[in-house]
């Protein structure tokens, strides 16, 4: 499904030159759910915004669906990403002028879809995260496992194939975070494609592969079985 192969990326400034990523190499079959660890600066979330096509990358050859995401015009990078990449960050990026269900219906309101069936979608979406009771209500008033739970459901209204989250219980208790890792692990057994960075091994576990990256480099995999 995604193939890294030789990718660098350096960031340069008038008087500084770093290197975030260089010659990683990485498959991400369909279905897997990939943990990426590291300490901070290793290149983790540069590495996501590569894989969802959000930053460039400097060398190396990145394939996607068997299409060589180099040679697409930003237009094609621009459908790409809408029709098979969701987000979800730390800090939940929630328009908070907006309820629950606006944030939700946001993503196909981009796409043009016809009203009624953006409705019934997240109604659906609603249903699955179980926040229906609080569909009217504006990111302010919920709890912070409450806004990452719409997060998730803003990335999946759309049914992406790949998930990419960053840090996505970085801002949350222990039990609110292992109830945002149960809804993430659902998912994944439903048939999505998960990456996500992480400094936590108890989201990791629920992973099926840990990479740990060290200035730039996959350092170490490691495959987690799971009953």
Same mark, same amino acid.
């Given at each position: 499904?995604?193939?890294?192969?030789?990718?660098?990326?350096? !960031?340069?400034?008038?008087?500084?030159?770093?290197?975030? &990523? %260089? /010659?990683?190499? =990485?498959?991400?079959?369909?279905?897997?759910? *990939?943990?990426?660890?590291?300490?901070?600066?290793?290149?983790?979330?540069?590495?996501?915004?590569?894989?969802?096509?959000?930053?460039?990358?400097?060398?190396?050859? !990145?394939?996607?669906?068997?299409?060589?995401?180099?040679? &697409? %015009? /930003?237009?094609? =990078?621009?459908?790409?990403?809408?029709?098979? *990449?969701?987000?979800?960050?730390?800090?939940?990026?929630?328009?908070?002028?907006?309820?629950?269900?606006?944030?939700?219906?946001?993503?196909?309101?981009?796409?043009?879809?016809?009203?009624?069936?953006?409705?019934?979608?997240?109604?659906?979406?609603?249903?699955?995260?179980?926040?229906?009771?609080?569909?009217?209500?504006?990111?302010?008033?919920?709890?912070?496992?409450?806004?990452?739970?719409?997060?998730?459901?803003?990335?999946?209204?759309?049914?992406?194939?790949?998930?990419?989250?960053?840090?996505?219980?970085?801002?949350?208790?222990?039990?609110?975070?292992?109830?945002?890792?149960?809804?993430?692990?659902?998912?994944?057994?439903?048939?999505?494609?998960?990456?996500?960075?992480?400094?936590?091994?108890?989201?990791?576990?629920?992973?099926?592969?840990?990479?740990?990256?060290?200035?730039?480099?996959?350092?170490?995999?490691?495959?987690?079985?799971?009953?």
């Amino acid at each position: 499904m995604i193939h890294l192969h030789h990718i660098s990326k350096t !960031y340069r400034s008038a008087s500084v030159e770093t290197h975030a &990523l %260089s /010659e990683l190499n =990485l498959m991400v079959g369909e279905g897997e759910f *990939i943990s990426v660890m590291g300490p901070s600066g290793c290149g983790k979330t540069t590495l996501l915004n590569i894989i969802g096509l959000l930053d460039n990358f400097d060398g190396g050859l !990145y394939v996607f669906d068997d299409r060589d995401i180099g040679k &697409l %015009s /930003e237009k094609e =990078l621009v459908r790409l990403r809408k029709a098979n *990449i969701g987000f979800v960050f730390q800090n939940f990026n929630l328009l908070e002028e907006l309820t629950v269900f606006e944030n939700i219906e946001l993503p196909l309101v981009y796409l043009g879809m016809r009203t009624a069936h953006r409705h019934e979608r997240v109604e659906q979406i609603l249903d699955q995260i179980s926040l229906g009771h609080r569909r009217e209500h504006f990111p302010h008033q919920l709890s912070g496992g409450q806004q990452q739970k719409v997060a998730i459901g803003r990335a999946i209204v759309a049914q992406p194939r790949i998930i990419l989250a960053d840090e996505p219980t970085g801002n949350l208790d222990s039990a609110q975070g292992n109830e945002i890792m149960e809804t993430l692990s659902h998912l994944n057994e439903q048939g999505t494609t998960i990456v996500m960075v992480t400094h936590s091994m108890n989201d990791a576990a629920y992973s099926n592969r840990i990479i740990k990256l060290m200035d730039g480099q996959i350092v170490s995999e490691k495959k987690l079985m799971h009953a």
